[in-house]
Nanobody, 122 residues
Framework: QVQLVESGGGLVQAGDSLRLTCAAS????????MGWFRQAPGKEREFVGR????????SYADSMKGRFTISRDNARNTMYLEMNSLKREDTARYYC???????????????WGQGTQVTVSS
């Protein structure tokens, strides 16, 4: 069982940066691929990026490449999402999730946090 809690969301201006944190409970954090997803009002949940259990492998959705960076600290059971050059279209609720497979599909993720809201104003 893994419990996830996101934090760090807020209201920022376009072009600003923001770092989200996902704190996990449990002793097997490093055995899970961790992912970030987001959902804007009226839209489906979409994949943002993922990081392997070791932290050596990451991948991102095309629209986030070069702007977003995912990292993790297994000693602290924590994952991060560094977001730079934020745009209005990045406005969404951001969720972290844990999976036993290195997947971009939300259905492969077994554990989810409650999300943290990011709002980008122009």
């Amino acid at each position: 069982q893994v419990q996830l809690v996101e934090s760090g969301g807020g209201l920022v201006q376009a072009g600003d940066s923001l770092r989200l944190t996902c704190a996990a409970s449990g002793r097997t954090f490093n055995s899970y691929t961790m992912g970030w997803f987001r959902q804007a009002p009226g839209k489906e949940r979409e994949f943002v990026g993922r990081i392997s259990g070791s932290g050596r492998s990451t991948s991102y959705a095309d629209s986030m490449k070069g702007r977003f960076t995912i990292s993790r600290d297994n000693a602290r059971n924590t994952m991060y999402l560094e977001m730079n050059s934020l745009k209005r279209e990045d406005t969404a609720r951001y969720y972290c999730a844990a999976s036993r497979s290195f997947s971009t599909n939300s259905g492969a993720y077994d554990y989810w946090g409650q999300g943290t809201q990011v709002t980008v104003s122009s």
